[in-house]
Nanobody, 114 residues
Framework: VQLQASGGGLVQTGGSLRLSCAAS????????VGWYRQTTGKERELVAT???????NYADSVKGRFTISRDNVKDAVYLQMNSLLPEDTAVYYC?????????WGQGTLVTVSS
């Protein structure tokens, strides 16, 4: 399984970014997928997940600002991030869970300037 994340970058406070993650090597439609983030010295934390049947879960810190979605035709998961804050600065990783195994993408850096 390979996951290729993209879409990170530098944005000002209040701005928006859309992260994308393309998956290959698995039956994507049967997998739960999501986004996690990590900053230096901290543990990786959940941002948002979406199950194979479309149920979504968000960290409290991003509720109302971020939206996760998936495209089972393109085998991709997206994270629309609006009203970004400096504390959203992190490396964002896409994750795929299927058949009791976790897979991770390479990470994409999001930097929010104040």
């Amino acid at each position: 399984v390979q996951l290729q994340a993209s879409g990170g970058g530098l944005v000002q406070t209040g701005g928006s970014l859309r992260l994308s993650c393309a998956a290959s090597g698995t039956i994507f439609s049967l997998a739960a997928v999501g986004w996690y983030r990590q900053t230096t010295g901290k543990e990786r934390e959940l941002v948002a997940t979406i199950t194979s049947d479309g149920n979504k879960n968000y960290a409290d810190s991003v509720k109302g600002r971020f939206t996760i979605s998936r495209d089972n035709v393109k085998d991709a998961v997206y994270l629309q991030m609006n009203s970004l804050l400096p504390e959203d600065t992190a490396v964002y990783y896409c994750n795929l869970w299927r058949a009791n195994r976790d897979y991770w993408g390479q990470g994409t850096l999001v930097t929010v300037s104040s």
